[in-house]
C-alpha cells in the first residue's frame, strides 16, 4: 500500500529549527571588533596572489624549457592548465568571501555581554553551527601545531611578538627560494644552496612536530592542551575552562578568546565604578604614547580587532587559542561549540594520557 502523509495545521505546520541555545549569541563581533570590515582577502589575497602566481608561471615555463625533447605547445599546454586551475581555486575563495560579506542581513552586529559564549561568525557558519547537537558528547582529541597565541595588543614589545611579526614574511620568503630553486631561474652554482636553507627549515618543523606533538582534548564546558615534550612520559597539560570566564568563539579567525572584554565584565567593580565616576580630566592618549605604541595600537584594531576591545588589564589577561592551526580545523571547531553551548557536565579526564 501507498504510504499516506498527514498534512497538520496550525503552529504545528510550521518547519522546526533547532532552539539556540540561551549559553550562545550569534553576531558578526561589533564594529570595533571587526564586524564591519570586508573580508581581507578580498583586499590583500587577490593582487598578492596574482603576482606569484604569474611569477610561479614564469619559472615554470623556464622549468620545462630544459625539456627539449617536450613539443613546445605541450610545455605551454601544462604551464597554463596549472595557472588556471590554481587561478580558479584562488577566486572561489574571493567569491565565497564577497557572499559572505553581502548575507549578513539577519545575523546582529553587536555581541551580547550577558551571555557566556559570544560566536563571531558568518551567515552560513551560524546556520551550520545551530544544527549540531548541543547535548552531551564523548571528549573529542585533535592535533594541532599551536596551543596558544599572543595578540599584537599584549605583546607589542615583547621579543615573541616581533619574531610572530615577521613569521609570514619569511615564510613568503622561503616560497620563493623554493620555486627559484626547483624551477631553474637561478644558475646551478646556487640553486643548491637557495634550496637547502629553506629545506632544513621544512625539515626541522616535521622532526620537531614527531618529537614533540601537541594536541587539544575537547570535553563539555573545558578545553585541555596536551604538550608532550621529548624525553618525558608525562604530559604538560593547561586546562581551560570554558565556563569560568567570558568566552568568543570567533569562526571567522578560528580561534578561542577566553577573557572579558566589556565593563560588565570587570572583577573587581569597585575599581570600576571609581574609574567612570573619576571627575578629574584624563590627559589626552595622544601625549602619553610613543609614536610606537599608537602605531602598534592601530595595527592592532585593524589586523587584530577582537583582542584589542576591553580595558587594558582585560587585553592583558586575554587568552587566545588559535583552532587554525589543528588538522582538523572544521571539526575542532564544532566540538568547541558544543563544548560551550551545552550544560551537560564532563566525567572524570584523566591528565597523564589523552583518553
Not at 5 to 29: M, Y
Not at 97 to 111: E, H, S, Y
Not at 240 to 268: K, N, Q, S, T, Y
Amino acid at each position: 500500500m501507498p504510504r499516506q502523509t498527514v498534512e497538520k495545521t496550525g503552529p504545528e505546520s510550521e518547519p522546526q529549527t533547532a532552539p539556540e541555545t540561551p549559553r550562545v549569541h550569534f553576531s558578526q563581533g561589533g564594529l570595533e571588533g571587526g564586524g564591519g570590515q570586508v573580508p581581507m582577502i578580498l583586499l590583500a589575497l587577490l593582487p598578492q596572489s596574482l603576482f606569484v602566481l604569474g611569477l610561479c608561471a614564469f619559472g615554470g615555463a623556464i622549468a620545462l624549457d630544459q625539456f627539449t625533447w617536450m613539443p613546445v605547445y605541450v610545455r605551454v599546454a601544462i604551464v597554463s592548465t596549472i595557472t588556471l586551475a590554481v587561478l580558479a581555486v584562488i577566486v572561489r575563495f574571493a567569491a565565497r568571501a564577497l557572499r559572505r560579506a553581502n548575507n549578513v542581513a539577519d545575523l546582529p552586529m553587536k555581541m551580547d555581554e550577558t551571555v557566556p559564549c559570544n560566536v563571531i561568525c558568518w551567515a552560513d557558519q551560524r546556520d551550520r553551527l545551530r544544527g549540531l547537537d548541543a547535548g552531551s558528547f564523548e571528549p573529542e582529541v585533535f592535533r594541532t601545531l599551536l596551543a596558544e597565541r599572543i595578540s599584537m595588543a599584549q605583546g607589542g614589545k615583547s621579543f615573541r611578538m616581533l619574531l610572530r611579526r615577521f613569521y609570514l614574511p619569511a615564510i613568503m620568503s622561503i616560497s620563493m627560494f623554493l620555486v627559484l630553486g626547483f624551477t631553474g631561474i637561478l644558475p646551478n652554482g646556487s640553486r643548491s644552496f637557495v634550496l637547502i636553507v629553506p629545506l632544513t627549515l621544512v625539515g626541522g618543523v616535521a622532526f620537531w612536530m614527531i618529537l614533540e606533538p601537541t594536541y587539544f582534548r575537547v570535553a563539555p564546558g573545558r578545553l585541555d592542551v596536551f604538550r608532550f615534550r621529548a624525553f618525558r612520559s608525562t604530559p604538560q597539560v593547561t586546562t581551560h575552562d570554558l565556563r569560568a570566564a567570558p568566552i568568543r568563539l570567533d569562526c571567522r579567525r578560528a580561534e578561542v578568546l577566553i577573557g572579558g572584554w566589556h565593563a560588565a565584565h570587570e572583577a573587581d567593580s569597585e575599581d570600576a565604578d571609581a574609574h567612570e565616576q573619576s571627575p578629574e580630566p584624563k590627559e589626552p592618549a595622544w601625549k602619553s604614547k610613543s609614536f610606537f605604541q599608537h602605531l602598534n595600537e592601530s595595527n592592532t584594531a585593524m589586523k587584530d580587532p577582537q583582542a584589542a576591545l576591553g580595558s587594558e588589564r582585560q587585553r592583558r589577561e586575554l587568552k587566545i587559542v588559535p583552532l587554525w592551526s589543528a588538522f582538523d580545523q572544521k571539526g575542532l571547531l564544532d566540538a568547541v561549540y558544543r563544548a560551550c553551548a551545552t550544560d551537560a557536565q564532563h566525567g572524570p579526564l584523566p591528565d597523564d594520557r589523552l583518553n
